[in-house]
């Protein structure tokens, strides 16, 4: 789930992590795809008609993609409730917030969206200062217990769609659910592509337990062993020991 404030940059940065396979939620594209064509159409303002509509359809969206298992789903929603993220979490979602600063924000929505959605960043803004204030009357642990809570469950999801036997990314051995077939033994971890250290959020593969350690913070990604081999002439996926 992508939040964030208008005008933040919620669907640029959904492009630019999307894989092809995966699919994007946007309620401004879907109302775009509603509205019928005008000239100089304003592409954020939207009938009442086109709102309801493109309000179901996205439901329809989100309901559906709640049943796929091997691709991800990147839903943009500016504003959801406490109790809506509670229960995108629960069922294993990741929470990305973008947010380029409340200046960059007030200034886009000046130039880029209709005269009301300059309130709607203004309260975005205020609730967040108040949440800031909720959350530090929290102990930190809460925090990193519920990044916990969501990496584990985007773990299952992964193991869930994984295929046994599929070559690990980084040392090219065959991966499997039974820790025991592994070659170190160790059940499956789930590692970020775009690692935590360069601001990646969404755990999206699984590597053997060692080869995650050893990939660390994505420094070494070039020395990883699946690479040496490929590069002395044999497929990486395709080795015995
Ligand atoms: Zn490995």
């Not at 396979?21 to 879907?30: G, K, N, P, S, T």
């Not at 298992?69 to 995108?88: E, G, K, M, Q």
């Not at 009301?116 to 809460?142: E, F, G, H, M």
């Not at 699984?206 to 913070?217: F, I, P, Q, V, Y």
Request: aromatic share 4%; charged share 30%.
């Amino acid at each position: 789930m992508v939040t964030g404030p208008p005008a933040a940059g919620k669907s640029t940065w959904c492009s630019e992590h999307a894989r092809p396979e995966d699919a994007i939620i946007d309620f401004d594209l879907i109302a775009n795809a509603l509205t019928p064509p005008r000239e100089g159409g304003n592409t954020h303002d939207h009938s009442d008609a086109v709102k309801a509509v493109a309000k179901a359809a996205r439901q329809a969206a989100i309901d559906k993609a709640l049943t796929l298992n091997d691709c991800d789903v990147y839903l943009i929603h500016s504003t959801p409730s406490d109790a809506l993220l509670d229960r995108y979490r629960r069922i294993g979602a990741q929470v990305v917030t973008i947010d380029p600063g409340r200046d960059v924000v007030m200034s886009r929505c000046k130039t880029e969206r209709p005269r009301r959605i300059l309130a709607v960043a203004a309260q975005w803004y205020d609730s967040q200062a108040q949440a800031d204030d909720d959350t530090a009357a929290r102990p930190a642990r809460n925090k990193n217990k519920e990044l916990g809570r969501a990496h584990r469950n985007q773990r299952d999801r992964l193991v869930k769609a994984h295929t046994d036997g599929t070559a690990c990314w980084w040392c090219g051995q065959p991966m499997y659910r039974d820790p025991a077939r592994n070659f170190d033994g160790k059940p499956l971890n789930a590692d970020h592509t775009i690692s935590r250290a360069k601001g990646g959020t969404v755990a999206d593969r699984l590597l053997h337990e060692r080869c995650n350690k050893e990939r660390g913070d994505g420094s070494r990604d070039h020395t990883r062993p699946a690479l040496a081999a490929t590069r002395g002439g044999w497929a990486g996926n395709s080795m015995t020991w």
